[in-house]
């Protein structure tokens, strides 16, 4: 089955095309980060591989689930990338993670690594608290966080299900297991409307870097070219003419 992209999450109305952008910058910059939810099916996992896929080439994606043996491996040969994790939540589903194994994750990210993994919760700070108190990670562990994703769904049947991402919240660092930053964009359920209320602090500052990069994506959902060859089609140009254009 074809994945969900994400001029694709534009084109239907989950996020806009500037909080696209300012996503596609983060992950340019190998940022962790964490998407959380509620309920069920809400777009947790479809939201974070349509991100994930605009990642530079060559940054791979290592799924895990917190293994001993291949995080000690994975500590050893310092390879670089995203560590994914399908959720962390005590629930006994297959690469559903929590308390030790989330432990070795976290263990392992100080070898070069970034994390990227879901789980269930009603806001910002819940999630990052099921990471803290949930899980035992330190507060200087759970800060390698630089962003939050929280999605809400609505509607009572499946034809008039609606997904939001109400929140995209920069971390700036974790305190008392809670995060301390500043949202980026939010989601005004008056008028269903996404609206910009700050600018990252800690990445992607050129603004018009991000508005190329919110025009590409726009364009892709305007047009209804939303596939993965679309999507990366476009991607790639994008960084050709950044790389065409850089000073020498």
Known sequence: MAEITIAELVRNGTMSAEMAAVLWAAVDEQLSFLTVAMPRNAGKSTTSEAVLALRPPGVTLHRVAGQAELMQR???????????????SPAPVPGYIWGPP??????????????????????????????????GISDE??????LV??????GRTWVGVQRRLVNIYE?????GGRPVGHPLFVWRRDGDHFEQ????????????????????IGEL???GRTSEDDVSRAVAAFRE????HRPA
């Open 74 to 88: 994975l500590q050893t040969e310092r390879l670089g990338g995203y560590l994914v994790v399908a959720e962390f």
């Open 102 to 135: 989330v432990q070795r994750v976290f263990d392992t990210l100080s070898a070069g690594y970034s994390l990227q993994t879901c789980l269930h919760a009603t806001s910002v700070e819940e999630g990052i608290l099921e990471v803290t108190a949930g899980n």
């Open 141 to 146: 562990q759970a800060s390698a966080f630089k």
């Open 149 to 154: 994703l929280y999605i809400e769904m609505f």
């Open 171 to 175: 971390v700036h660092k974790i305190e």
């Open 197 to 216: 209320v700050s600018e990252p602090h800690q990445f992607g500052r050129d603004r018009e870097d991000l508005t190329r990069r919110a025009e590409v």
């Open 221 to 223: 959902a305007r047009e």
């Open 241 to 244: 003419s950044k790389s065409v």
